[in-house]
């Protein structure tokens, strides 16, 4: 069994964010007076990730590891910030 290329991991991981982050959740529901940071930026910046690394892949560029570890890294510090904001719930260790 082969190891998957970082093209297809890259594209699962968008997909995964993709259906968890709230992109188009109201802006009453994701901006608040106690929130940590800026949750509004925050998902605009991992968006805006995406919709670059989807026109980069529709022309044929493939991610390298490096690549895929940074943008791997924004979502996970991205998804924390939202659990802290109580925009997603945490996810249990098992």
């Not at 995964?16 to 929130?35: G, Q, R």
């Not at 991992?46 to 980069?56: C, P, Y």
């Amino acid at each position: 069994m082969s190891k998957p290329s970082c093209e297809q991991v890259l594209q699962e991981v968008i997909a995964k964010v993709k259906a968890e982050f709230p992109f188009h959740a109201p802006e009453s529901s994701i901006c608040s007076d106690h929130c940590e940071v800026c949750t509004k930026k925050l998902l605009e910046l991992v968006e805006m990730e995406i919709i670059g690394w989807q026109t980069r892949l529709d022309q044929g560029d493939k991610p390298n590891f490096a690549e895929l570890n940074q943008f791997v890294k924004l979502c996970k510090n991205v998804r924390r910030a939202l659990v802290r904001n109580g925009l997603l719930v945490k996810k249990s260790s098992n």
